[in-house]
């Protein structure tokens, strides 16, 4: 079998060290050694998220924490503006509708959000208890303006609630300086870690909120995360995932050791190496920025060429051992993306550029090849 490198705006490639964690004989949840674990990770993901607020670690992917904190925040009837631009901010919107009354504020999938609008739906609507924003939307690769939706929420009262899952730790986020209410991340983007743990931030009006909701999820209770974290040794409610914890663990001792600063500067140079060498094949980048937008560090999203299949493009990638994405729902057949986070090296994106220049020459798209390869290299080696 030949080798494959992983590109995908999650999962991503894990570092051999995370690997050999993850396989040691398994422990105690209860116990000691287990405790110390859950208290390392939980006090280096503090450092990561930028935060003092209580943090938890579920056993559960990126939605399960996203479930979390509107089942923990809302009443049947709590008013929750879900700000929606692509397919994360829309499962925002699906999960605000079961546990609360949800206006979504919609933007095309792509497209910038505008504060202004945001403003409009607190005049016409005073009793928004919560808002919800996606800060890297992973569909379209759009970084949203989080630090102001969250400054607006705040000024009007609200609990701010951002999907960090692809961007803390690979985009600049401050949970508290933003006023971050509830932030939360996935154990298999940024942490370079395998999927199946999710990460929650929780602040003090978070909770005030919290004790007044009369039916929170069962599963994924934050008040019983927060007892059992307070046990000694320290403890989840329910059994871990002890495996992924290890992993975790392991994750954020790599994280660590980089440092937060020099990830977010590498994942930015990938990033920047991917558009530009992009740009130079006369290919479009997918978002559509605003004054407040961003392109995001993580993933990619770009329009697939005119008469180029996506299927076709993923598979010739693959033949050439490089896993890209394709477009998501509404986006497929319009789009591909390609992440940076995880284990990689800047030879790896030489690698994945070259790859597609011979895949989309072959697709019959003209490009001139070793255009993209001269560009991305300009940036990652000079
Ligand atoms: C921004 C964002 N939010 C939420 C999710 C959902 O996470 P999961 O698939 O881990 O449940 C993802 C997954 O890609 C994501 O990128």
Redesign the pocket.
Known sequence: MEKETIML??PVAINPRVLEAMSRPIINHRGEKFGEILEYSTQGLKKVFKTKNDLFILSG????A?ESALGNLLNKDDKILAIVNGK?GE?FSEIGSIYGNCISLNYEWGDSVNLENIKEVFEENEDIKVVTL?H????TGIINPAKEVSKIAKDNGAVFVM?G???IGGNYVNVDDWGVDIA?L?S??CLAAP?GL?MISVSDDAWDMIEKTKHRPYYTDLKAYRKSLNKKPPQTPYTPAVSLFFALEEAIKIFLEEGIENIILRYKKYSDAIREAIKSLGLELFPKLNEYSNYSNTVNAIRLPEGINETDLKKGMKDRGIVISGGQERLKNKIFRIGTMGYLSSQDIINAISALEFVLKSLKCDISIGSGVSRANDILFN
């Open positions: 705006p999650g992917s990126g939605t399960s996203m994360f499962r996606v890297n939307e992973t569909s999907d899952v692809s961007s939360i996935g298999q983007k999927p999710a």
